[in-house]
């Protein structure tokens, strides 16, 4: 410690020498309370016209500002079903037509027995069930890009099965010619 903390502890009973009257504090306290001071000044801003005009207009603003943002946000979701059911119809006429054909191919192939048709229908069937969801997924607005992808994907794989099936019957046949000239 240093010499003045010294000296503090070492004195302490001659600081004490006056003591507060804590009765006229609280009157001092408790008048001061009563009077309003005269350098404060209250405003009422509500009395005040100009206030009552900026409030009316920012109010105003706000309201109009959520029924823009609710109609164009509406609006945008039909721009983006209408592109979307837009696209869904290009994809359509762009791979139905390509299936309806190979499908023909492929009930006209007289080397497929009726049962192999049959369970070669029956996956087109599931494809085209899993294409009636996906297209419930778009209405429902998911992801539409990824959903038009999987529809895509879809297609795709209808067209790939036919073209195995065909290519299976067209080498079986290559093969039956192959053997007819084997001597």
Not at 45 to 74: D, E, M, Y
Not at 78 to 99: F, M, P, R, T, W
Not at 127 to 140: A, G, R, T, V
């Amino acid at each position: 410690m240093d010499d003045f903390e010294k000296y503090i502890k070492e004195n302490k009973a001659l600081f004490d020498v006056h003591k507060a009257d804590k009765s006229k504090l609280w009157e001092n306290i408790e008048s001061g309370l009563n009077k309003p001071e005269s350098k404060t000044k209250i405003i009422k801003l509500w009395s005040n016209p100009l206030f009552k005009v900026a409030a009316t207009v920012i109010i105003a603003l706000g309201v109009f500002s959520i029924i823009n943002i609710s109609i164009v946000g509406g609006a945008s979701k039909n721009i983006q079903n209408n592109v979307a059911l837009q696209e869904l119809n290009d994809i359509n006429s762009h791979y139905k037509g390509l299936v309806a054909y190979q499908v023909r191919l492929v009930n006209k192939n007289t080397q497929l027995s009726p049962e192999e048709k049959k369970e070669f229908l029956s996956f087109m069937d599931e494809l085209d069930i899993e294409y009636e969801i996906l297209k419930e997924e778009l209405q429902k607005n998911v992801d539409t890009e990824r959903v038009l992808e999987a529809i895509v994907i879809n297609y795709k794989k209808r067209i790939e099965l036919i073209e195995n099936l065909l290519e299976q019957i067209n080498s079986s046949k290559k093969l039956d010619n192959d053997d007819a000239y084997t001597l």
